[in-house]
């Protein structure tokens, strides 16, 4: 009977739920912080920055002393249990410094790099996308600025608008644009040669639109990972140039002012005047960079 008629054997039992879940948690990939909290580079580096990030808003209230106190009976101190770094010429604490001055370099390579990551996508994404005459224009003029040395174009800010945590701001942004448009542009150039942008075009997609909604996420990792890296270079030029002078004035505290304020007295022995903001430079960057590693790592699998 037609009715009655075998097609073989059914599909067995369902699998339990417990199993399909199991299954589909082994096949899914790992979120991206997972993989980065898996990672012990970058366990370290998010714990030494978050250290500063803490002590750069918390600064005055962690300090045992007052950073601009000044001390004549306890200049040149070496680090003992009332002053854990010793004291400068004048007698401020320097740990007290250091821990106060994470604030300001933060505070300006952050905003250098978010105003430098800003404007440096938006142009390379206008060149990478619009390529020709543009492309060709535009290029010249973030050649010329990536010519320019960092401290003739501090010099010029501080001319132009004087010493400020603003001008440093505007400086290092100014300065980090080019490099990052560099690095966008040649992103969108790949994303230019794949069919999703033809179909945009062919469905009359304004160019602005597509820039925005369809490449800007796609080239968001090369984004992320150049602004990390950015962030570790602000954080020694924000240094630097409060060495040169161009960046915040005494006496408010910063690592880079205090070590030229205080490195012509190393050969008299006073070590630790120097050496403690220089640490703390150094452990910002490593901090940063071990944190960008990661991430570059985690994008690129």
Known sequence: MIGSSTVGPGPGPAPPAAEISVTQAAGRPAAPWRLLLNRPTFVAGA??????????????????????????????????????????????DVFSRVITGARDILLIAAGATALGTVLGTALGLVMGYLGGIVDVLVGRVVEAVIALPVVIVAFLF???????????????????????????????????????????????????????????????PAVLVEATVRLGYAIFAVATLSFLGFGVQPPTPDWGAD???????????????????????????????????????????
Request: aromatic residues 10%.
């Open 47 to 92: 714990v030494i920055l978050l250290f500063w990030i803490v002590c750069a808003v918390f600064g005055t209230q962690i300090a045992p002393h007052n950073p601009l106190a000044q001390s004549l009976l306890a200049t040149n101190a070496p680090p003992s249990g009332a002053h854990w770094f010793g004291t400068d010429q004048l007698g401020r």
């Open 158 to 220: 501080v001319v132009a608008i004087g010493h400020s945590t603003g001008t440093l701001i505007l400086v290092i942004g100014f300065v980090f644009t080019p490099l990052i448009a560099r690095t966008v542009r040649s992103a969108v150039l790949v994303e230019s040669q794949l069919d999703y942008l033809s179909s945009a075009r062919l469905l009359g997609e304004k160019s602005a639109r597509i820039m925005v909604v369809e490449v800007l996420p796609n080239v968001l």
């Open 259 to 301: 070590i030229y304020a205080n490195y012509g007295v190393l050969p008299a022995g006073y070590w630790w005047e120097t050496l403690f903001p220089a640490l703390a430079i150094a452990s910002l960057v490593v901090a940063v960079n071990l944190v960008t590693d990661a991430i570059e790592q985690v994008l690129a699998s």
